[in-house]
């Protein structure tokens, strides 16, 4: 039986990752959120002995050292963190603040013999790209946002923890992950709202950035393909698709399939923080995944049909 600590899994990804996890008998899974941007609605919804659910902050060391120390876990998925541009962007030192989760993760998955700690990463280390597609070990790592420092530091201390105490781990490098259980806190969801409620769609710039959306199943299965087949082991995989799409392409992409009557709307661009361009290699996780991806249009549609979503914007 594998004891398994989720953190963040309140939130898009890391409920996502729970509802798979649950599907094996093998796996026993706890909680650890602090709910400032998860939400008791995304835990699952079977009421069995198999997960349970405690809020607390990763960052206060004593708290999670104690759930760490009394349950031993044989793995941790470290996906709790402070996300979320203009959030990030609004509030930098509550996000430098995540660099002791980090820590306290990682201290007391060495002191309680944890077998791995799996690390939410993102295609933010990369910063603005010298060149695309961004390959994991050849693209160097330019960040300068605290959040993408934050996670440049700490698949450092990954590495470092590896080193000195032969903790094994994996990073995980997420590139947009969407799906129903994402916030409009993002572009995908927040897009998709302001359509099917026939609202402006608001573009920050002329919407000639470039992204790369995934579905939030071709995020998990790859990450589920890690951990099952004991893939990346100390070592990084991106996680993402390699279809490019501008912003603007994205918004009158949603309006083409949901018939919406939105507009829309140019916002001044941000100051900082919205790359031009993000495009991972994804030739890792292709293998991986072992399947084709996702489309964004076939997402998109998979968002619409979803209850969860539905209800969570007022429809």
């Not at 661009?269 to 790359?275: I, Y």
Request: charged share 20%; net charge neutral; proline share 4%.
């Amino acid at each position: 039986m594998n004891k398994i600590l989720v953190t963040g899994g309140a939130g898009n990804v890391g409920s996502a990752l729970v509802e798979k996890l649950l599907q094996s008998p093998d796996n026993n899974v706890v909680i650890v959120d602090n709910l400032s941007t998860g939400f008791l609605s995304k835990l699952p919804k079977e009421k069995n002995g198999k997960w349970e659910f405690i809020k607390s902050d990763v960052n206060n060391f004593n708290v999670i050292s104690t759930i760490m120390s009394s349950y031993n876990f044989d793995y941790v998925f470290h996906f709790a963190a402070v996300v979320g541009v203009l959030r990030t962007q609004e509030a930098p030192l509550s996000v430098l603040e995540d660099i002791k989760g980090i820590r306290n993760i990682l201290d007391c998955s060495k002191n309680t013999a944890v077998k791995r700690v799996f690390f939410s990463s993102s295609s933010e280390v990369y910063g603005e790209p010298v060149s695309l597609p961004q390959h994991e070990h050849t693209t160097p790592l330019n960040s300068r946002l605290p959040y993408a420092v934050v996670k440049n530091v700490g698949e450092a201390y990954c590495r470092s923890y590896n080193q000195e105490h032969d903790l094994n781990y994996s990073i995980f490098r997420f590139f947009n992950t969407y799906g129903p259980n994402q916030s409009t806190d993002f572009v995908v969801a927040r897009f998709l709202a302001a359509a099917l409620k026939n609202q402006d769609i608001t573009i920050y710039g002329d919407g000639s950035q470039t992204r790369t959306f995934t579905y939030v199943d071709d995020t998990i299965d790859t990450c589920l393909g890690c951990f099952y087949n004991n893939l990346y082991v100390n070592d990084v995989i991106n996680i993402g698709s390699d279809q490019l799409f501008t912003i603007l392409d994205l918004a009158k992409l949603i309006i083409s399939i949901t018939n919406s009557n939105s507009k829309i709307i140019h916002l001044p661009p941000l100051k900082e923080g919205d790359m031009t361009r993000r495009q991972p290699d994804n030739s890792n996780m292709k293998i991986v995944l072992d399947r084709p991806l996702i489309s964004l249009e076939e997402g998109i549609k998979k968002m619409i049909a979803s209850k969860y979503f539905l209800s969570s914007i007022g429809l």
